[in-house]
């Protein structure tokens, strides 16, 4: 009830990202402020120094590093700091293990909320199902380690203390944010679509898959984005939920290896921009696409 | 019109109240697998914290003992008064910060999709990671630059009093990613024409801000404060890689004292109540800010 408070506080009409023409304020004057654009770059390097220092660390060998503040760029560079991150966090594996949940969490989520979340938004005139719309949008808002130590118990029991158990705790655990998605936007389908298919004999399966699903496409990026973020970022749930060394996913691996060699910087950084740069190179190549989903999701 | 729909949708006259069977099937297994998860884990952690249950072995019924515990225990009320102050802090930085660098975004700049995507990049960055990047710059980075600096020569991390401030810029770091974007979304849906108005009657820069654009995207605010406020009162990544907690407990959040006195303290029972009570207060504020933020809402 309250996420849904939070969200309907946004009027309807906000669009986006790709409107500027008509509505960026003060437009029509044609002129740029230099002095602003100077002073937004300035603050756009808070995000491009740390990230700039993490690759100047990364290349640099413990002597270098140990003379310097860790910003000079080193001279020579030392890529065998990424050859040792690559073994001794067992790099492969991680990534595997990350890119598995990730990839399964996002598909599994896309095929069940969505058809969770049609059957919902087409009968939420009956009592039952608009209950268990807010059943699990109540779910919004309630804080993880509250159902914790719990679910830990839990998954040990049933043999889920491993990557399907994180696949199907994330897909679980987003349902509350992704039905609201998707009820939303499905509220914007007209029904004679589905009507015309259904006088022709077509099954509500069949509609759903065949008309509803590809419709959903934009509702289907947002939560797909989210999803990936969400699921290759987490580092409390792999942290709580895996017992299996040979299940750590990469956050997880940066902790492993932070409470092994505390000091061995070079190296640890060298693993994090590894574990960083997936998914921050796929951002690169996809912008736009990705900022505008984010959107989406938030503003509806 | 619902009973048209009902009739297409079926072929037959039923009863509004009930749906064609397929549609229970499309949610009933999805009931059952979230109530198994989510609810029951949940409905069993606030059981056991009427319990004295320790992850392990036997435990009987001790009734609100736990409770009573935590309101006399002064890690606990040490954790629950530093993650609140954080919240604060970082959730006001957070949305200043953010709503300046949108605002400035939306003027008369030159490569406006360049800056929104650099500022967008910390989001898909992991807090955990980025917060691993700037323990070294402040614990080994910062004392050299600053080492004419009293209070910066020393590595503040293992400073006390100072030790959450660090963690409430690499929180910032991160959050402004996405409100930044959510203020730009909410400021691109005002009317050039309504600044164009004021300004004929004289209103023009902060005072333009104050009765126009404020008042225009409250909704905005109201969606990045209690996203904020949620996230943070769950602070957990950036203070295991920042300081885990320390020093002392001078930076132990309450995520942190759950994950610790819950697995490895045998604490199960103890931090379930402490859980149960961060869910209050998580459920309390999200519903006051509603309310304050958003008067006009029911």
């Given amino acids: 009830m309250t996420s849904s408070q939070v969200m309907n506080a946004i009027p309807a009409k906000s669009s986006g990202m790709n409107s500027h023409t008509q509505n960026g304020h003060g437009r029509h004057f044609h002129r740029v402020n230099w002095w602003l654009t100077a002073l937004v770059a300035v603050c756009s390097l808070t995000v491009l120094v740390p990230l700039y220092f993490a690759v100047a660390v990364a290349l640099k060998s413990p002597e270098q590093l140990a003379k310097g503040t860790g910003f000079e760029w080193p001279n020579p560079v030392h890529w065998g700091n990424f050859a040792q991150a690559w073994v001794r966090t067992n790099f492969p594996r991680a990534l595997m293990n990350t890119a598995m949940i990730t990839v399964c969490s996002v598909v599994l989520t896309l095929l069940t909320s969505s058809v969770l979340a049609y059957a919902l938004a087409r009968n939420m005139h009956r009592p039952f199902f608009k209950i268990a719309y807010y059943y699990f949008l109540a779910a919004m808002f309630i804080p993880f380690p509250i159902v914790m130590l719990p679910v830990v118990k839990e998954t040990g029991l049933l043999g889920l203390d491993n990557q399907a158990g994180l696949i199907v705790l994330y897909t679980l655990y987003g349902f509350s944010m992704n039905i609201f998605l998707y009820t939303t936007y499905l509220h914007s389908i ?17 509609v759903f898959w065949q008309i509803i699903f590809p419709l959903l496409m934009p509702m289907n990026a947002t939560v797909g984005i989210l999803t990936c973020v969400w699921a290759w970022n987490d580092f409390i749930m792999p942290l709580v939920v895996l017992t299996d060394p040979g299940a750590r996913t990469l956050p997880l691996a940066q902790y492993v290896f932070q409470g092994q060699y505390n000091t061995n910087y070079t190296v640890a950084f060298a693993s994090y921009l590894m574990a960083m740069a997936p998914l921050l190179i796929v951002y690169i190549f996809s912008q736009r696409w990705v900022i505008s989903g984010v959107v989406r999701g938030s503003v509806k | 019109m619902t009973m048209t729909q ?16 397929t549609y229970y099937w499309m949610v009933w297994p999805f009931i059952i697998l979230f109530a198994i998860f989510h609810t029951i884990p949940m409905l069993a952690g606030i059981f056991f914290s009427f319990t004295n249950y320790a992850g392990y072995g036997k435990w009987h019924m001790v009734g609100f003992s736990n409770y009573v515990n935590l309101f006399g225990d002064d890690r606990v009320l040490h954790s629950y008064l530093f993650t609140i102050f954080f919240s604060l802090v970082a959730t006001i930085l957070t949305n200043v910060i953010s709503l300046a660098i949108a605002l400035a975004l939306n003027a008369r700049i030159k490569a406006r999709n360049l ?54 810029i690499v929180t910032v770091w991160q959050a402004c990613a996405f409100a930044i974007i959510i203020y730009l979304a909410g400021l691109q849906t005002i009317p050039v024409d309504i600044y164009e108005a004021a300004s ?19 909704g905005y605010v109201t969606i990045n404060v209690v996203l904020n406020i949620k996230n943070f ?26 994950y610790q006195g819950g697995f490895t303290g045998g604490e199960f029972a103890y931090q379930s109540a402490d859980a149960a009570i961060l869910f209050l207060i998580i459920t309390f504020l999200s519903l006051v800010q509603l309310r304050y933020l958003n008067p006009k809402e029911d």
């Fill in chain 2, 233 to 258: 009162m769950q602070a957990f990544d950036q203070i295991v890689a920042l300081t885990d907690g320390g020093p002392g407990m001078a930076t132990e959040s309450v995520t942190l004292q759950i």
């Fill in chain 1, 190 to 206: 007209p029904m004679e679509l589905e009507e015309a298919a259904r006088v022709d004999g077509a099954s509500t399966w069949r």
């Fill in chain 2, 200 to 218: 004929l009657d004289g209103a023009t820069g902060f005072k333009a801000f104050r009765s126009i654009t404020l008042p225009l995207i409250m």
């Fill in chain 2, 6 to 21: 009902t009739r297409v949708a079926t072929g037959t006259h039923r009863n509004r109240r009930f749906a064609e069977t």
């Fill in chain 2, 115 to 168: 800056f929104r995507g650099i500022f967008f990049i910390p989001y898909v960055l992991s807090m955990l990671i980025i917060g691993y990047v700037f323990q070294f710059f402040f614990s080994k980075s910062v004392p050299k630059i600053f080492s004419a600096v009293p209070l910066l020569r020393d590595n503040v991390l293992t400073n006390e009093h100072w030790a959450w401030v660090p963690i409430v």
